[in-house]
């Protein structure tokens, strides 16, 4: 409403709201993860692509980003859109997306020497957050499930667990829920501490392949906080490349 002519609105073309109420300011961009646009940045096979004015003016491989998963993909369409408009230089804008890493316990990599990749993502204390780390390897996920309970419906990832992930390592006060919800559908153990559970991972996975700590749970029946589960997780990896 404020906007003047060279101001800028940036929109999430797929958001269903946003269409509904319309598409008002004084220049727009999109950004988008589900389909092409030709004012914007856009997810297209495994390149993130920016179009302005119907024109391709950048584009880049998100293996090549720190980051994973759709959710993330996003956010760097729209911060490519931004700098751009800004003036940035794309070089400068290759070397932030390329260096940019993700906050500590939320996804994050953690480094080994074995060839399996381990994943760090306390900070996914609902069902909510662990449906986006599911979504975010396409290889085989061993996942540590479980913690402090907080009325999870585990029906919510269902589908994505049978697709995505080969085993389940149940932890904590929840583990026999864990067992029980899931047990019938593929194979779950029942480990009695994180450092197992990382050792058993270590054991079983393949080269390439996904130990994911995504527990869904609060943390405080086992740990002080999620920063505390985080943590002994990535100490149980370096342990293990020792």
């Known amino acids: 409403m404020n906007q003047t002519g060279t101001d800028l609105s940036l929109y999430n073309a797929d958001d269903p709201v946003l269409k509904a109420h319309g598409y008002k300011g004084a ?11 030709d004012n914007g940045t856009y997810l297209s096979g495994q390149r993130l692509v920016t179009r302005m004015a119907g024109k391709v ?8 980003l720190k980051l994973r998963g759709e ?8 911060a490519i859109t931004l700098a751009l408009k800004a003036g940035v230089p794309t070089g400068i804008i290759r070397e932030g997306l390329f260096t ?5 316990h939320r996804l994050e990599v953690v480094p080994s020497q074995d060839g399996i990749i381990y994943i760090n993502d306390s900070k996914a204390t609902n ?3 662990v449906i986006y780390a599911l979504k975010s390897f396409d290889a085989p996920i061993y996942l540590i499930l479980g ?4 009325g999870n419906d585990y029906n919510l990832i269902k589908d994505l667990v049978l697709k995505n992930v080969k085993k389940i390592y149940a932890i ?9 919800f899931f047990g019938k559908s593929l194979p779950v153990e029942k480990v009695t501490s994180l450092e197992d559970c990382v050792l058993k991972g270590h054991e079983e996975a393949e080269p390439g392949e996904v130990v994911l ?6 943390s405080f029946d086992m740990f002080r906080s999620y920063e505390h589960r985080g943590k002994v997780f990535k100490e149980a990896v370096r342990e293990i490349a020792k």
């Open 27 to 37: 220049l727009i961009e999109f950004f988008s993860t589900k389909g092409e646009v």
């Open 57 to 64: 003016v950048f584009s880049c491989d998100t293996h090549d």
């Open 71 to 78: 959710h993330n993909y996003a956010n760097a369409a729209a």
């Open 100 to 104: 940019f890493e993700a906050v500590e």
């Open 127 to 129: 069902v909510d957050s």
């Open 147 to 150: 913690g402090l309970d907080k």
């Open 172 to 180: 904590g006060d929840s583990a026999h829920k864990v067992i029980d």
């Open 213 to 218: 700590l995504s527990p869904a749970c609060a």
